[in-house]
């Protein structure tokens, strides 16, 4: 899959999940960040040989409950936290890979 293919599978993970993403309003760690990781976990997943999607999904999912731009310790599980809510709602075809 080539990186044009994997932009579009971030821009889909975006519009689906960015609404509920808490780290919307961040700078630093904002979406900006969220797609960037999305993508470099896409062409990882793209160069060996893994699901695309799901690590696409995952990158944008690492960070999406942060809430401030430093000090938010918690950020890691309340990340998970809103994953486990989204992922089934957005991405249930995905559930062999969670
Ligand atoms: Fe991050």
């Known amino acids: ?6 932009n ?3 821009s889909e993970a975006e519009e689906c999940l960015g609404p509920y993403c808490t780290c919307r309003g961040l700078k630093i760690y904002g979406f900006s ?4 990781a999305a993508a ?3 062409r990882i997943a793209a160069a060996t040989g893994q699901n ?8 944008f999912l690492h960070d999406c409950a942060r809430r401030h731009e430093s000090g ?4 890691a599980h309340d990340s998970a936290d809103l994953a486990r809510v989204l992922l089934p709602m ?9």
């Open 90 to 98: 957005f991405y249930p075809h995905l559930n062999a890979h969670w």
């Open 52 to 59: 695309v999607e799901s690590a696409v999904v995952a990158g």
């Open 8 to 10: 579009i599978i971030v």
């Open 33 to 36: 960040h969220l797609r960037r």
């Open 40 to 42: 470099i976990a896409g």
């Open 72 to 75: 938010d310790a918690g950020h």
């Open 1 to 6: 899959m080539n990186n044009a293919a994997i």
